[in-house]
């Protein structure tokens, strides 16, 4: 019996079975909708056709919400219940506010969302049903700005309320540790991991997981840890990728953290370089091309989950042999508007003023 599979809870199939490698939290406030345990589909045609020993798709797009997003906001809403939370923050791109609806609906906690008017329609109206509830208070207000995530900040540090956003909060990444575990379970060690990167919590929480394992002596190194960004923002995978051309638009609008704390970016580097991996940064031609082969081979899934195979692509001599893991860590959504149930809950603000009218009688309702 492996060290892992004696620490875990071999009952559960979801982010609490690796449990004991995160910050405890009891049991009555471990939210759970089902996340995790999500199918690696192996790839034999893709790996032939480019290179490599063994390509695994990691289908993170089938969580409950679409994302590996569930799995950090059950760990950071569970977090917030076991710390008598009302209310929250979130400002957000589109998936990690999916998620955040759904698990502090789950919870009985007040949501504010801050999200850009550029969000994808659909999105935005799985945003409001996964965070519509029946409970008086409870549930998810949206608020969309072309200053979403500078309001979401300010408004967090006026009213004291936690902030979700994976950059702000410490406890993003716990979660998604479980990402590398269940990894471990299913195929032992690998040689390298290629993750879509835009703050690059789920690349801490993969590495930090692959690191426990390491200590247990599961494996004898942390593989290859490749970040994979866009032409259009590229703040990590640019310090060690120099080949590409700078572009205003990209498909894989999930990927939108410009600007990384320099702590933060140096830890990041270190962890990188210290697991011989590195970065790519793709073009939007390669990204649409990387969607087109994985849809070819029946494998459904958003442009950001494009990013990681083509960054796997652009760095193919680098892993050539090698048994490659490629993260795909949301669905494929449709720009299209839908009925918006709760549509009495999405507002528009561009000025912290508006915003505090609005939070004063929300707040109000929730506490």
Not at 161 to 183: C, Q
Not at 228 to 245: C, G, L, M, R
């Amino acid at each position: 019996m492996s060290t892992l599979y004696s620490k875990i809870n071999k009952n559960l199939k979801n982010i609490w079975r690796y449990a004991v490698f995160y910050p405890p939290i009891k049991k009555e406030n471990q939210l759970t909708l089902g996340e995790g345990n999500t199918p690696e589909v192996e790839s034999p045609e893709i790996a032939k056709e480019f290179g490599f020993a063994r390509l695994i798709f990691k289908r993170e797009d089938l969580n409950p919400n679409g994302s590996h997003k569930d799995r950090l906001l059950a760990y950071q809403v569970s977090r917030a219940k076991e710390n008598g939370e009302k209310v929250l923050i979130i400002s957000s791109s589109g998936n990690a506010a999916i998620s955040a609806s759904a698990y502090c609906r789950l919870a009985g906690i007040k949501l504010f969302v801050f999200v850009s008017p550029k969000i994808d329609k659909e999105k935005l109206a799985a945003i409001a049903k996964a965070g519509s509830s029946t409970s008086f208070g409870a549930g998810a207000t949206i608020i969309v700005s072309k200053r979403a995530l500078t309001l979401a900040d300010l408004a967090a540090k006026k009213f004291k309320i936690k902030n979700l956003r994976p950059g702000a909060d410490e406890n993003s990444y716990y979660g998604l540790k479980s990402i590398a575990f269940e990894i471990f379970e299913s195929y032992g060690a690998i040689d390298a991991i290629f993750i879509p990167t835009s703050s690059a919590s789920t690349l801490i929480g993969i590495t930090e997981a692959f690191d426990d394992l390491t200590k247990l002596g599961e494996i004898k190194k942390t593989p290859e840890i490749y970040a994979v960004q866009t032409s259009k923002i590229h703040p990590i995978a640019e310090n060690f990728d120099k080949d590409f051309v700078v572009e205003k638009e990209s498909s894989a609008r999930g990927i939108v953290s410009k600007n990384i704390p320099r702590e933060k970016l140096e830890k990041i580097l270190k962890v990188i370089k210290e697991s011989d991996g590195g970065g790519a940064v793709v073009s939007d031609e390669e990204i649409v091309n990387a969607q087109k082969i994985l849809e070819e081979n029946n494998i459904i899934t958003g442009y950001e989950s494009a990013t990681a195979l083509a960054g796997a692509i652009k760095l193919r001599e680098k892993i050539r042999g090698k048994k490659v893991v490629v993260l795909l860590t949301g669905k494929k959504w449709n720009d299209i508007m839908q009925e918006v149930a709760a549509g009495k809950n999405i507002f528009k603000a561009d000025d912290i003023s508006e915003v505090e009218v609005l939070f004063n009688s929300k707040i109000k309702m929730a506490m």
